[in-house]
């Protein structure tokens, strides 16, 4: 397995883990917090089944720096389409420029002489 099936798993890990974390703050609003914490508590599993893999293959390829960095722009490239699409939110120009600035932490982990993990 490659370094392809790391980004799909992170891409698949990371919606679960953000409809368990998010969703509940429109699905559950009128229920009790703990009613909400163990439903996000079940999402929240299966997010791990498949995110502890993706790392796994992922640290095969990439330095620690690096799939930290990989998996904070993936959360951002998930969450942004689940904010519009689902929560119905707004993105402003703040907002796309901190998308940005993540990005750009990425090129600085990925550029020349990061090298993979060895």
Known sequence: ????????????SNTFMTFAWYAHLKD???????????????????EYLIQVPANRIGHQHFTLEQLKITQEVIALLVFI??????????VTWNYAAA???????AWFVFREGAGPAG
Not at 1 to 11: D, I, Q, R, S, T
């Open 99 to 105: 998308g940005v600035c993540l990005l750009l932490a």
């Open 28 to 46: 559950m609003n009128g229920k009790p917090w703990f009613l909400a914490a163990l439903v996000s508590w079940g999402i929240a599993f299966f």
């Open 1 to 12: 397995m490659g370094a392809w099936a790391f980004f799909a798993g992170l891409m698949v």
């Open 81 to 90: 389409p689940f904010a519009v699409f689902y929560m119905k939110a707004r």
